[in-house]
């Protein structure tokens, strides 16, 4: 039986690896632009100056930092048909290649917006940086996945278990999932891992299980070296993962195209949430992923609705002081901007 298992495990692991992971900064396309242009600047106008501290709104090229995840599609939606409109916004998406890298260049104004975690926005709101959230970026989409073996999350003691970040509503998932069966999280050995990693780690036994940003986690089950223990809907109704971030100096500086930028936002995600064979064309046009995988991953996942309530943020933050990731986050009034 042993032998048979590894036989298994060794051909899941082969069929894995010849598909091209996404989203890794180990690919060398951290910072990588992919330009989405719906008006040019003006003819013979140097880079330079529509860089330039203060170009004009014509000139603005407004830069949004992504990884290649699902979480990001409505971003990417928003730019694809600001790109059709006659006075649509020059939009240039930024791919990151992991969490770090795109923090680092929202907090230093380096891009105007992110599709970013909440819980990172709200550590750099709450360390005083000039960022804020003015919407959220999709609803649900997060899954736990376990070996085969896994029956429950007691059988997590003693076990490795992923997490991309610790700043992250994985953390607080995978807490919610060990409270059911009365397990502390100082009982499992938790790891931060590259997404692209995850699937690869399971399949060989390096952790036992993990929780990610999709479509990481759908890998596991399309290709059945995985199960899904537990959906984010069903430990933590409306739960908040990422959200659409906005610089403050962008914010100030240029108002009528930051409310515009919202707008696109959620018209893209309601264009998603409309068009499922749309919504697996856009996924397949920003990172590599089999068909069959995005089947399963865009069950767990909607664009709609992507306001951020109050009553919603503020059991985010009790979450976050519950499992440890700060003892004082900012409050709603300090971090959101309903900018429509």
């Known amino acids: 039986m042993i ?18 992971a996404c989203g890794d900064a180990s690919e060398g ?3 990588q632009s992919q330009k989405i242009q719906a008006a040019a600047p003006a003819a013979g106008t140097p880079a330079k100056a529509v860089d330039s501290a203060a170009p004009s709104a014509e000139q603005k090229v407004i830069k949004i930092a992504y990884l290649p995840i699902t979480h990001s599609l409505a971003g990417f939606e928003a730019a694809e048909i600001e790109k059709l409109k006659k006075d649509g916004l020059n939009i240039e998406l930024v791919k990151f290649g992991s969490w770090t890298e795109l923090m680092d260049a929202l907090n230093t104004g380096n891009v105007d917006a992110a599709v970013a975690l909440v819980e990172l ?18 609803r649900d989409g997060n899954v736990i996945v376990v070996g085969n073996d896994i029956g429950n999350a007691a059988d997590l003691k003693g076990k490795t278990f992923a997490i991309p970040h610790r700043q992250s509503s994985h953390f607080i998932l995978l807490n919610e999932a060990l409270a059911r069966e009365n397990v502390d999280i100082s009982e499992i050995n938790i790891v931060e891992m590259a997404p692209p990693e995850m699937p690869s780690a399971l399949a060989t036994g390096q952790i036992a ?4 940003a999709e479509p990481f986690g759908a890998k596991a089950v399309s290709l059945n070296i995985g199960k899904v223990l537990y959906n984010s809907k069903d430990l933590w109704p409306d739960s908040i993962c990422c959200g659409f971030a906005l610089s403050g100096k962008f914010l100030s500086a240029y108002p009528e195209l930051a409310s515009r930028l919202v707008k696109a936002l959620k018209e893209g995600g309601l264009n998603l949430e409309h068009d499922h064979e749309h919504e697996k064309e856009l996924a397949s046009k920003y990172f590599k992923v089999t068909s069959d995988t995005l089947d399963v991953s ?3 996942i909607s664009y709609d609705n992507l306001e951020i309530r109050k009553e919603n943020y503020d059991q985010l933050a009790e979450k976050v002081k ?10 709603y009034e300090d971090i959101v901007r309903n900018v429509e």
Request: aromatic share 8%; hydrophobic share 45%.
């Open 3 to 20: 032998k048979i298992k590894n036989l298994y495990a060794t051909l899941a692991l082969s069929l894995l690896m010849s598909l091209t």
């Open 29 to 31: 396309n951290a910072g």
């Open 121 to 138: 926005v709200m550590k750099a709101r709450e360390q005083g940086v000039d960022v804020y959230l003015a919407s959220l970026a999709h």
């Open 209 to 212: 299980g993990y929780c990610v």
């Open 298 to 300: 865009l069950k767990w």
């Open 322 to 331: 519950k499992y440890g990731l700060s003892e004082n986050p900012v409050p």
